[in-house]
C-alpha cells in the first residue's frame, strides 16, 4: 500500500514536471520567435537566443528549478538558452518588489475607501459592491496572462475591493448586536484566517485540473455564495422593517 503511495505520488510529480516543461518551451520558443520576427526593430538588432538551444535545456531547467535545487545551491546558464531562464522567472526583482508594493498599499486605500463609503453609503450597499468588482477581477485575472501591466491594474483593483471589505462588515456585525460587538469582531478576524487557510487547500486541490492561470477562477463561485447571503441580509432587513 505505501509502495503503491509512493509510487502515484512519483507520477503525479512527474506529470507536473512534464506540463511545466512544455510550457517552458513554448514560451521561451515564442520569446525569441516574437523578438527577432514580430517587435519593431529600430535598430536591426538580432536578439540572442536559439529556439534549439533552448527547446533542449527546459526538461533540465524544469527539474533543476522545480525539484532538484536547494536555496543554497546555483545554476549557470548558457546564453543561447537564456531565455528560458527568462521564461522562469517572467518578472525582474525590481518588478516583483514594485508589484507586491502596490499590491499593499491597495490594501491601504481599501480599507480606507471601504469605511468612507460605509459611512456614506451604508454598510451593506458598500460590501455587495466591492464583492461584485472582486468576483469580476477574478474572473478577469486569466486574460491578463503575459500583460504584466493589464495584470499588476487588476491585482491592485482586487486588492482595493478586497481590504476593503473588512471595515464595512465590521461596521455590519457591530451594528446587529452592539453588546456582542467585540466577540463578533474576533470572530469574524478568524473566519477571515480560516477562509484563508480553505481556499488555500481547494486550490491546492484544483490546480493540476485546472492549472495556474485559471485558478482565480475557483474563488468566483464563493464569491457569487457570499453575494447571495448579501441579497438575503438585505431582503431580512426589509422583513423586520415592516414588521417591527
Not at 512519483?10 to 517587435?39: C, F, G, K
Not at 537564456?82 to 491597495?106: I, Y
Not at 486569466?142 to 461596521?171: I, K, N
Not at 456582542?180 to 470572530?187: K, M
Request: proline share 5%; aromatic share 10%.
Amino acid at each position: 500500500m505505501k509502495q503503491d503511495t509512493m509510487i502515484d505520488s512519483r507520477q503525479e510529480t512527474i506529470s507536473v514536471l512534464e506540463t511545466i516543461d512544455s510550457r517552458l518551451r513554448w514560451l521561451s520558443s515564442w520569446t525569441v520567435h516574437h523578438a527577432n520576427h514580430i517587435r519593431p526593430k529600430r535598430d536591426g538588432l538580432k536578439v540572442g537566443g536559439h529556439q534549439a538551444s533552448c527547446a533542449s535545456m527546459t526538461a533540465i531547467m524544469t527539474a533543476l528549478y522545480f525539484y532538484a535545487l536547494r536555496p543554497q545551491d546555483k545554476v549557470s546558464v548558457k546564453p543561447h538558452a537564456g531565455p528560458v531562464l527568462q521564461a522562469l522567472n517572467p518578472l525582474t526583482t525590481g518588478q516583483l518588489s514594485f508589484t507586491l508594493l502596490l499590491f499593499g498599499l491597495s490594501g491601504v486605500v481599501g480599507t480606507f475607501v471601504g469605511g468612507w463609503a460605509a459611512d456614506k453609503f451604508g454598510p451593506l450597499p458598500t460590501l455587495r459592491v466591492q464583492l461584485t468588482v472582486l468576483i469580476a477581477m477574478m474572473v478577469l485575472v486569466p486574460f491578463t496572462a503575459g500583460h504584466y501591466a493589464l495584470c499588476v491594474a487588476v491585482f491592485v483593483v482586487w486588492g482595493v475591493a478586497g481590504f476593503g471589505m473588512m471595515v464595512p462588515q465590521q461596521s455590519r456585525l457591530a451594528s446587529l448586536a452592539p453588546s456582542q460587538a467585540p466577540l463578533l469582531l474576533s470572530l469574524n478576524g478568524s473566519m477571515l484566517y480560516l477562509g484563508t487557510a480553505l481556499g488555500a487547500a481547494i486550490s491546492g486541490a484544483f490546480i493540476n485540473s485546472l492549472g495556474f492561470a485559471q485558478l482565480a477562477w475557483v474563488g468566483v463561485p464563493f464569491g457569487l455564495a457570499a453575494a447571495a447571503t448579501l441579497w438575503w441580509d438585505a431582503r431580512a432587513d426589509g422583513v423586520l422593517s415592516a414588521h417591527p
